[in-house]
């Protein structure tokens, strides 16, 4: 088990950009794949971007590729996600998630570690 802590989050303007961190305890970190997810109101928890154990394999949702960045960091425990050109549809609290397995899965019953998440508005 791995406890995660997401940051960043926070108010920005339509075209701006925000960096997520996640903060990950423990010493297994890179035996994990990593992912982010967003969860609107009203709306399904949905993937945003994956990530492999060493970062080799990212996979991304349609709705920000080319806006988004994922990342990680094996020997700070963390990952991030850069996120550029907001917009508006991009406002959800945003969860960063760790599970087990070669390919980084999209769905969120492949993970099984989950952050409190951190909000992200997006004003237009």
């Known amino acids: 088990q791995v406890q995660l802590v997401e940051s960043g989050g926070g108010l920005v303007q339509a075209g701006g950009s925000l960096r997520l961190s996640c903060a990950a305890s423990g010493r297994t970190f890179s035996s994990y794949y990593m992912g982010w997810f967003r969860q609107a109101p009203g709306k399904e928890r949905e993937f945003v971007a994956g990530?492999?154990?060493?970062?080799?394999?990212?996979s991304y949702a349609d709705s920000v590729k080319g806006r988004g960045t994922i990342s990680r960091d094996n020997a700070k425990n963390t990952v991030y996600l850069q996120m550029n050109n907001l917009k508006p549809s991009d406002t959800a609290v945003y969860y960063c998630a760790a599970g087990r397995g070669v390919v980084p899965g999209r769905d969120a019953q492949d993970y099984g570690d989950w952050g409190q998440g951190t909000q992200v508005t997006v004003s237009s």
């Open positions: 990530i492999s154990r060493s970062g080799r394999t990212t």
